[in-house]
């Protein structure tokens, strides 16, 4: 849909009108939501490149295109480059609408969740605890920016350590969630796959899995059954199953996540976790491992 429109565009306005363009630039969004993200990485860069010229870098629609070019980067994992485009999309973004501006302040946020993928924890607690003080005075507490932004910063406390923190401010980020945005958003399922991951690190399995359930319930209806993120989630919670000593369920959620088909990541942590130890001698575990591994290989390349 979106390259006919693009051919469209170019054939009647010409390559370089703002429909063309913002084409491109959502050609670019649609193939990093699909986890095609060198592809996502070209479209974003044309997009970029050609609105630069013709609007000027200070345009929205460019510095949009810019964004995009730093998250397909960012996915894989070329982290100086993606902040560079980061900082740059910051620094015009301040100095055109001001510091205080709600896509500067999601600007911010981006670069805060970057310095958390390249473990830079210090600088990603003072930018995020920077950039969440304005949201909550320009934008409210409740303001899905906000939530957002907390949720990372709980993030950066669990990565430091500081778990008691990070599921303190996780839960506050859920109860606004469902009071603000509902039982069913996806932020909502975000907050409770957050806390799951932090009851982990404090090896408190039964409640991770628990509130995993919960978390894969909203994820199936909202995302659908073979989404990245259910799947993950759905992984994660036979993980915790395993380590629960639930080997039952933990192979029936195991199943269901190798159906749905899980990504090389989780393939290498069925090979190697140790969480998985209780399951190493069962002969479904390994019949399921074994699957998983067929899948993947017969699997096509460019999925």
């Known amino acids: 849909m979106e390259r006919q429109l693009i051919a469209t565009s170019n054939e009647v306005l010409g390559p370089s009108s703002r429909t063309a363009l913002l084409a491109q630039s959502d050609l670019a969004w649609i193939l990093a939501m699909a986890a095609r993200f060198p592809e996502a990485e070209i479209a974003a860069r044309e997009a970029y490149e050609r609105q630069q010229k013709v609007f000027g870098i200070e345009d929205p629609d460019t510095l949009e295109s810019a964004r995009r070019l730093a998250v397909s980067l960012e996915k894989q994992k070329r982290y100086t480059e993606s902040e560079k485009a980061y900082r740059m999309v910051l620094d015009t973004r301040r100095r055109a609408l001001g510091p205080e501006h709600p896509k500067t302040l999601k600007a911010s946020d981006d670069l805060g969740v970057l310095l958390v993928e390249e473990d830079r924890y ?107 993120d259910t799947v993950d989630s ?70």
């Open 122 to 228: 210090a600088e990603a607690e003072q930018l995020l605890q920077r950039t969440l003080e304005t949201q909550k005075r320009v934008l409210g507490p409740d303001h899905p920016d906000t939530l957002i932004t907390m949720g990372n910063l709980a993030t950066v406390f669990e990565n430091l350590g500081r778990n008691r923190e990070s599921e303190t401010l996780q839960r506050d980020v859920l109860a606004r969630c469902r009071r603000v945005l509902g039982a069913d958003h996806p932020y909502t399922a975000l907050a409770l796959y957050n806390i799951a991951d932090v009851l982990y690190e404090q090896h408190r399995y039964s409640e991770a899995a628990s509130t995993l359930k919960e978390t894969v319930d909203i994820q199936s209806r909202t995302l659908g059954l073979n989404h990245e």
């Open 234 to 303: 759905v992984f994660k919670l036979a993980r915790d199953l395993a380590l629960a000593k639930e080997p039952e369920e933990a192979i029936h959620w195991l199943r269901e996540a190798i159906q749905r088909g899980i990504d090389a990541s989780s393939i290498d942590d069925l090979d190697q976790g140790s969480h998985w130890k209780s399951l190493r001698s069962d002969q479904r575990f390994i019949e399921l491992a074994a699957q998983a591994h067929k899948r993947a290989f017969n699997r096509p390349k460019g999925d």
